[in-house]
């Protein structure tokens, strides 16, 4: 067994090692921390960029951007979850995760609900909760995770972000319904939430569940996982984030979320002074392990999600608001949120 996969079994994670086989740096000049901060510029600033540029020369049609999208959903993600959660070390804190997990999207939740009374107009206000409970946490902030914390910080990313799904289903879409119902003073139909969660977990769209659970189960059986696959897991992480972020940019309409600007400023509040000093005390109270714990300040700081913007769709509410808070809070936390915390935490 080689000594970092030694040391993740003794629940220590080691962040990227950028070395050569000889022990130096492998580029000579830039040490280990300026090249993990680079990624930030390749793997996630780099394809928001490219995906709005290939929009706007129309040069990528929208069905193959979905194609892209289940590309990375569907075969990417399965891929990086087994890989990562082969390698997790299990422990109570693991078993603790899940459920501490729904605090990420209910507390910011609890926030929006009491901030959107102002709005009148309940599809206004359905997209603002929407903004508000929903964080970009398996994508950008699994990225951001596996930056500082490699695979370890890359598989708690994606329990919390299984969290959020649920919450998804089983609140979040429903309460979108019941905003869209309301405004238009039509009869709320009660559905069945049961039908809607089979249909969300029992999809191809979640097959990185079965990743997760068959790379625990190898992790629980104690095989250990070859060598030869930690650098393959590294560079399908970015191919993760192309597949991921670019489709990302190719969503943005700055033109329409721009009117909203005004109204999507208190959700940077929630987003990155709120919901982290929230997480920040009360998981001390919970957990020990520091690199689990750092890596809950860069879930917790994550910006609103896309799946806000999906909710907003589906249901009606006013989109552009949950576009101009996923484009602002975006924006924010890859030019200064997570610079600050990568200085902070590295």
């Given at each position: 067994?080689?000594t970092?996969?030694?040391?993740?079994?003794?629940?220590?994670?080691?962040?990227?090692?950028?070395?050569d086989?000889?022990g130096?740096?492998?580029s000579?000049?830039?040490?280990?921390?300026?090249?993990?901060?680079?990624y930030?510029?390749?793997d996630l600033?780099?394809?928001?960029?490219?995906?709005?540029?290939?929009?706007?020369?129309?040069l990528?049609s929208e069905?193959n951007?979905?194609?892209?999208?289940?590309?990375?959903?569907?075969?990417?993600?399965?891929?990086?979850?087994?890989?990562?959660?082969?390698?997790?070390?299990?422990?109570?804190?693991?078993?603790?995760?899940p459920?501490?997990?729904?605090?990420?999207?209910?507390?910011?939740?609890?926030?929006?609900?009491?901030?959107?009374?102002?709005?009148?107009?309940l599809?206004?206000?359905?997209?603002?909760?929407?903004?508000?409970?929903?964080?970009?946490?398996?994508?950008?902030?699994?990225?951001?995770a596996f930056?500082?914390?490699?695979?370890?910080?890359?598989?708690?990313?994606?329990?919390?972000?299984?969290?959020?799904?649920?919450m998804?289903?089983?609140?979040v879409?429903?309460?979108?319904?019941?905003f869209?119902?309301?405004?238009?003073?039509?009869?709320?139909?009660?559905?069945?939430?049961?039908?809607?969660?089979?249909?969300?977990?029992?999809?191809?769209?979640?097959?990185?569940?079965?990743?997760?659970?068959?790379g625990?189960?190898?992790?629980?059986?104690?095989?250990?996982?070859?060598?030869e696959?930690?650098?393959?897991?590294?560079?399908?992480?970015?191919?993760?984030?192309?597949?991921?972020?670019?489709p990302?940019?190719?969503?943005?309409?700055?033109?329409?979320?721009?009117h909203y600007?005004?109204?999507?400023?208190?959700l940077?509040?929630?987003?990155?002074?709120?919901?982290?000093?929230?997480?920040?005390?009360?998981s001390r109270?919970?957990?020990?392990?520091?690199?689990?714990?750092?890596?809950?300040?860069?879930?917790a700081?994550?910006?609103?999600?896309?799946?806000?913007?999906?909710?907003?769709k589906?249901?009606?509410?006013?989109?552009?608001?949950?576009?101009c808070?996923?484009?602002?809070?975006t924006?924010?936390?890859l030019?200064?949120?997570?610079p600050?915390?990568?200085?902070?935490?590295v």
């Amino acid at each position: 067994m080689s000594t970092a996969d030694g040391l993740l079994r003794q629940g220590v994670a080691q962040p990227i090692d950028f070395r050569d086989n000889r022990g130096s740096k492998g580029s000579g000049i830039l040490d280990d921390s300026v090249l993990r901060l680079v990624y930030v510029l390749t793997d996630l600033i780099a394809p928001l960029a490219v995906g709005y540029w290939l929009k706007e020369r129309q040069l990528v049609s929208e069905k193959n951007i979905n194609r892209l999208i289940k590309v990375n959903v569907r075969l990417v993600y399965t891929m990086l979850s087994l890989l990562s959660f082969w390698v997790l070390p299990l422990s109570w804190d693991l078993a603790l995760i899940p459920l501490y997990g729904f605090l990420f999207i209910l507390f910011p939740g609890a926030v929006g609900v009491v901030l959107g009374r102002r709005f009148k107009n309940l599809l206004v206000r359905g997209s603002y909760i929407a903004s508000a409970m929903l964080a970009n946490i398996g994508t950008l902030g699994g990225v951001c995770a596996f930056i500082l914390y490699n695979e370890t910080g890359f598989a708690y990313a994606q329990l919390i972000g299984t969290c959020q799904n649920i919450m998804l289903v089983l609140l979040v879409f429903p309460m979108s319904q019941y905003f869209y119902l309301k405004q238009n003073r039509l009869p709320i139909r009660q559905g069945s939430r049961l039908h809607s969660f089979m249909k969300m977990f029992f999809s191809w769209n979640q097959l990185s569940l079965l990743g997760m659970m068959a790379g625990l189960a190898l992790q629980g059986l104690g095989v250990e996982r070859p060598a030869e696959l930690a650098p393959f897991f590294q560079s399908l992480v970015h191919i993760g984030a192309w597949t991921a972020m670019m489709p990302v940019g190719y969503l943005m309409d700055f033109g329409r979320a721009k009117h909203y600007l005004r109204y999507t400023i208190d959700l940077c509040a929630i987003r990155f002074f709120l919901v982290p000093a929230f997480i920040f005390f009360s998981s001390r109270l919970v957990f020990r392990d520091p690199v689990l714990l750092n890596t809950f300040i860069i879930l917790a700081s994550t910006p609103t999600a896309i799946n806000a913007v999906l909710a907003s769709k589906l249901y009606q509410l006013r989109t552009d608001l949950a576009v101009c808070s996923f484009i602002l809070t975006t924006a924010i936390y890859l030019l200064v949120v997570f610079p600050l915390l990568f200085y902070l935490l590295v």
